[in-house]
């Protein structure tokens, strides 16, 4: 067994995310930065995450940004040849795209029956199309190696689907679905050195859910924050640094024997019946 300063020493791999510039994302790409790993970020609009880059800069990895839409193979395969030519390797993969619209939530104006096909397949494909597409096209390279990792985000609604979010809870317990598949289909079909997991987060504070929870003005629980709160053994929201661990582990050596794994990252949320 390496000691543990080398089980988290990921000097000389190479980590392609997408979905690194929001707020867990971000953190998972500092932290891995400064465990030495080179970072590839994938983005719609690279433009927007100058700040990120310049804090990553400051770390011990060597990071890049490209140009590329979780929904487009062909601009997948493009950053997957630009990553390959100037680190000769894509060692993990972090499924980190996703999220949900207003316009596929069901609230006071608008019935779940009334809810748009457009706006159900945006989120559907976001999330799990946004999950697969990269799968294929870097999972493909980690086959020809015969040995990767790849790292799926669900969500706690995976498991137990809040309510007013139809599209987001199906499309995440679909994404949960999928890494226990892919992590059966590459250890038969390709190594069982190739491994796949998920992490599965609670609720933490993002820019995406924030006013949801918490009220824009006092800064006070919403209604729903409250429920969930309630609902939430360690009684608060989780930080992004929470996550890290779990990540790090999933990522390392020392989870070696772990594959199909959707682990929750949640305060207890899960485990919680209410009674």
């Known amino acids: 067994m390496k000691p543990l300063s080398e089980l988290y020493d990921f000097t000389g791999r190479t980590i392609v995310m997408t979905g690194g510039t929001g707020v867990l994302g971000r953190e998972m790409a500092l932290t891995l930065a400064a465990s030495g790993a080179n970072i590839a970020l994938l983005s719609r609009d690279p433009s927007k995450s100058g700040a990120l880059m310049e804090e990553l800069a400051r770390q011990k990895g060597t990071c890049s ?105 199906s499309a995440k317990a679909a994404v949960a679905n999928f890494t226990r598949w892919l992590a059966v289909h590459m250890a038969q079909e390709y190594s069982p050195t190739i491994r796949v997991n998920a992490i599965s987060p609670g609720f933490f504070l993002t820019e995406q859910n924030r006013f949801l929870l918490t009220d824009k003005e006092t800064g006070n629980l919403t209604e729903r924050g409250t429920k969930i709160i309630a609902h939430t053994p360690m009684g608060r929201f989780g930080k992004p640094e929470d996550l890290m661990g779990a990540v790090l582990w999933l990522l390392s050596p020392a989870s070696n024997f772990v594959t199909g794994v959707v682990l929750q990252v949640d305060g207890g949320f899960g485990a919680y019946s209410g009674v």
């Open 65 to 169: 940004i490209l140009k590329a839409d979780v929904l487009d193979r062909s601009a997948l395969e493009a950053a997957a040849k630009e990553i390959v030519a100037k680190f000769r390797t894509i060692d993990c993969l972090i499924n980190g795209a996703g999220g949900n619209s207003p316009k596929a939530t069901t609230n006071k104006d608008q019935s779940f029956f009334q809810i748009k096909e457009a706006d159900l397949k945006y989120v559907a494909d976001l999330n799990l199309l946004g999950t697969i597409l990269p799968s294929q096209v870097f999972g493909e390279l980690m086959a020809a190696k015969k040995e990767g990792v790849i790292l799926n985000i669900t969500s706690v609604n995976a498991e137990r689907p809040l309510t007013r979010i139809p599209a987001y809870s």
